[in-house]
């Protein structure tokens, strides 16, 4: 049954990502809900859950965009990995600590493809930065952060991590 749920959440979010977001952006930028989703993943299912769903969301959204897959799959994996790690050490997380988390994990993802990019001499890095990274962090964390609250307004996050976690 988890693997259904997980292949229906990679399946779904593909086409959400490429076809219906870019024509719902703010003020041209878009969440990065695979970001999002695998963060939740890791958080909710564990380390190795986290890294799996990390490493098949970023392969198959890489074959979508113009993104390079090696970076994709082990940003997406990495980020996974390590949202499992506090998912599985921290027992309540609160929203305000998983909005930084989810700030930081796409502010680093977002300079590493800032960095690994040719820019020229006017779009330097501090120009990705400042109209990329940083608008796109806040995206992420604005979507993350709703879904969060949405989840745990409907089911009993805490009980059932706990109860997972065993």
Same mark, same amino acid.
């Given at each position: 049954?988890?693997?259904?749920? /997980? *292949?229906?959440?990679?399946?779904?979010?593909?086409?959400?990502?490429?076809?219906?977001?870019? +024509?719902?952006?703010?003020?041209?930028?878009?969440?990065?809900?695979?970001?999002?989703?695998?963060?939740?993943?890791?958080?909710?299912?564990?380390?190795?859950?986290?890294?799996?769903?990390?490493?098949?969301?970023? /392969?198959?959204?890489?074959?979508?965009?113009?993104?390079?897959?090696?970076?994709?799959?082990?940003?997406?994996?990495?980020?996974?990995?390590?949202?499992?790690?506090?998912?599985? +050490?921290?027992?309540?997380?609160?929203?305000?600590?998983?909005?930084?988390?989810?700030?930081?994990?796409?502010?680093?993802?977002?300079?590493?493809?800032?960095?690994?990019?040719?820019?020229?001499?006017?779009?330097?890095?501090?120009?990705?930065?400042?109209?990329?990274?940083?608008?796109?962090?806040?995206?992420?964390?604005?979507?993350? *952060?709703?879904?969060?609250?949405?989840?745990?307004?409907?089911?009993?996050?805490?009980? /059932?991590?706990?109860?997972?976690?065993?």
């Amino acid at each position: 049954m988890r693997v259904l749920v /997980w *292949s229906a959440l990679i399946v779904g979010l593909v086409p959400l990502q490429s076809v219906l977001l870019p +024509h719902a952006s703010v003020w041209g930028v878009t969440p990065d809900i695979g970001l999002i989703a695998v963060c939740l993943a890791g958080l909710f299912g564990g380390e190795i859950h986290g890294l799996l769903v990390g490493l098949v969301l970023g /392969w198959a959204m890489s074959l979508f965009s113009a993104a390079d897959p090696v970076t994709c799959v082990t940003t997406k994996g990495a980020v996974g990995f390590v949202a499992g790690l506090a998912g599985r +050490h921290v027992v309540y997380l609160s929203p305000p600590i998983l909005a930084l988390g989810i700030f930081v994990t796409s502010c680093s993802a977002g300079l590493l493809t800032a960095s690994l990019l040719k820019l020229n001499d006017q779009q330097g890095l501090w120009w990705a930065i400042r109209t990329v990274v940083l608008p796109q962090a806040a995206m992420d964390t604005v979507v993350g *952060s709703a879904f969060y609250w949405l989840a745990s307004s409907r089911f009993n996050l805490e009980r /059932w991590m706990a109860e997972y976690r065993m």
